[in-house]
């Protein structure tokens, strides 16, 4: 059964920072693409960022470049996301996505709000 299962949102004030983690299993992490995706209210989705198997290429959004690092590892079967100088505009339910060829799995998504 495959599983995608984020966790590290939550409240946090403006400039300040959260990681979100996404522990996967029930498919070949190691051969997958990884992206973070976020749905901020009326709003649509976004793709924050992506990286790829190997973890030696990441790709973000310009909204976030610079302060959010999206890392991966292998052997855990897991993904992170560092978000730092966190702004307002941030808050949103953040997705973990898996994708190869026609795979494509998502998580439950976690809450992320940036607020004073």
């Known amino acids: 059964q495959v599983q995608l299962v984020e966790s590290g949102g939550g409240l946090v004030q403006p400039g300040g920072s959260l990681r979100l983690s996404c522990a996967t299993s029930g498919f070949s992490f190691s051969r997958y693409l990884m992206n973070w995706y976020r749905r901020a209210p009326g709003k649509e989705r976004e793709l924050v960022a992506s990286?790829?198997?190997?973890?030696?290429?990441?790709h973000y959004a310009d909204s976030v470049k610079g302060r959010f690092t999206f890392s991966r590892d292998n052997a855990k079967n897991t993904v992170y996301l560092q978000m730092n100088s966190l702004k307002p505009e941030d808050t949103a339910v953040y997705y973990c996505?898996?994708?190869?060829?026609?795979?494509?799995?998502w998580g439950q998504g976690t809450q992320v709000t940036v607020s004073s």
């Open positions: 996505n898996a994708q190869s060829g026609p795979y494509n799995y």
């Open positions: 990286i790829i198997p190997s973890g030696l290429n990441t």
